[in-house]
């Protein structure tokens, strides 16, 4: 049995540690920032945990995976250069793209606007995208005051529209109804 616990008691008083060591509040624009990633992150386990096809639930948990190095990269202290990260590269952005374009091949073309739902799965899909919208604006906010890696920012946005389609993709494949928006002018 470990002795390791998971509370530590240094975050009582309402600051928390970045990786190398500064403490902020726990509401600092950088807290904020991936702890909303981390919320992303668990709307995209919980379309994993559905029943869907392998092929997506293995394009998910590589998602989770980029997911946790954002996290890693948004909770460093910019002044810290000697922690060792993971990163990002292009090649993440563009299996999101290639998965977009798969998906897309199979979908009806999209001519107005979509209420989101019509399927449990697919509104799990567009919760995520709107918690994923929510991470890309912590992001782009934060990368006025800091020095963040536009490939963040990037992934998020692809990874939005990933979401977007997958919904769409889900509905498709499980029955469910896309309901078109039809503006009451």
Not at 77 to 96: G, R
Request: aromatic share 8%.
């Amino acid at each position: 049995m470990s002795n390791w616990k998971i509370y530590t008691k240094t975050g009582d008083k309402g600051n928390t540690s970045l990786i190398g060591g500064t403490r902020v509040p726990k509401y600092d624009d950088r807290i904020e920032a991936y702890g909303t990633v981390d919320e992303l992150n668990a709307w995209i386990g919980l379309i994993r945990d559905q029943e869907i096809d392998n092929h997506s639930k293995t394009i998910l948990l590589e998602i989770q995976d980029r997911l946790f190095t954002i996290e890693s990269l948004l909770a460093t202290d910019t002044e810290s250069k000697t922690v060792k990260l993971p990163s990002l590269s292009k090649k993440d952005v563009l299996v999101l793209e290639n998965e977009i374009d798969k998906m897309n091949q199979q979908l009806p073309e999209l001519t107005s606007f979509i209420l989101p739902g019509g399927h449990p799965i697919v509104s799990y899909c567009h919760l995520g995208r709107t918690v994923c919208r929510r991470s890309e604006r912590l992001v782009i906010k934060l990368a006025e005051k800091y020095d963040i890696d536009p490939l963040i920012v990037t992934y998020l946005n692809r990874l939005s529209d990933y979401l977007f389609v997958l919904s769409r993709y889900f509905s498709k494949k499980f029955g469910g109804i896309e309901s078109v928006w039809n503006a009451r002018l």
